[in-house]
T-cell receptor, first 114, second 114 residues
Framework: KAGVTQTPRYLIKTRGQQVTLSCSPI?????VSWYQQTPGQGLQFLFE???????NKGNFPGRFSGRQFSNSRSEMNVSTLELGDSALYLC?????????????FGEGSRLTVL | AQSVTQLGSHVSVSEGALVLLRCNYS??????LFWYVQYPNQGLQLLLK??????LVKGINGFEAEFKKSETSFHLTKPSAHMSDAAEYFC????????????FGRGTSLIVHP
């Protein structure tokens, strides 16, 4: 079956702009988690959605937001982009939630902020 | 507080040599532990997981890890490295009684020389 699909794969934005990233989970998976990956900080948890509800949230400013649709597809949005937001944004899906540790990751969306 | 520490940001081995990637966790209660692998330009893939059953856990691609409570360690090993093992490896922990969100280590880049 198809894996986790993230779009777009690469994008370049300038400071102050906003960006929306999309994630389509594996069919049947209801949980979607988002992570930010940078060389300096490694993988940092952003938030997790299950059945259209945000269940967990990491320690990121309010500029980072997300949502999940009834078909389990998820989007995350970053407003008022800063240079430090340049990162690989990874989406991971799972059947019931990240607590099992069995996360299936997409290839990521690489965001560059100029 | 750091929940998981990976010793060595880079490990270099020759093809055919033993691979040893180190991971130590900080938890008073045995957590759930995982190893993930990330190949270039790809997302993370689960290698293996420990969930309080057998202390020696076998994973995919010939990797295994041993949970040692006395040493609070969960080191990843492979008897004979292959060129295709070159990747970034992440240790992750889910602490019992916490938010049940995986916390990832900073990663160890495995370099395999011919």
């Amino acid at each position: 079956k198809a894996g986790v699909t993230q779009t777009p794969r690469y994008l370049i934005k300038t400071r102050g702009q906003q960006v929306t990233l999309s994630c389509s989970p594996i069919s049947g998976h209801r949980s979607v988690s988002w992570y930010q990956q940078t060389p300096g900080q490694g993988l940092q948890f952003l938030f997790e959605y299950f059945s259209e509800t945000q269940r967990n949230k990491g320690n990121f400013p309010g500029r980072f937001s997300g949502r999940q649709f009834s078909n389990s597809r998820s989007e995350m949005n970053v407003s008022t982009l800063e240079l430090g937001d340049s990162a690989l944004y990874l989406c991971a899906s799972s059947l019931s939630g990240p607590n099992t540790g069995e996360l299936f990751f997409g290839e990521g969306s690489r965001l560059t902020v100029l | 507080a750091q929940s998981v520490t990976q010793l060595g940001s880079h490990v270099s081995v020759s093809e055919g040599a033993l691979v040893l990637l180190r991971c130590n966790y900080s938890s008073s209660v045995p957590p759930y532990l995982f190893w993930y692998v990330q190949y270039p330009n790809q997302g993370l893939q689960l290698l293996l997981k420990y969930t309080s059953a057998a202390t020696l856990v076998k994973g995919i691609n010939g990797f295994e890890a041993e949970f040692k409570k006395s040493e609070t360690s969960f080191h990843l090993t492979k008897p004979s490295a292959h060129m295709s093992d070159a990747a970034e490896y992440f240790c992750a922990v889910i602490k019992s009684g916490g938010s049940y969100i995986p916390t990832f280590g900073r990663g160890t880049s495995l370099i395999v020389h011919p």
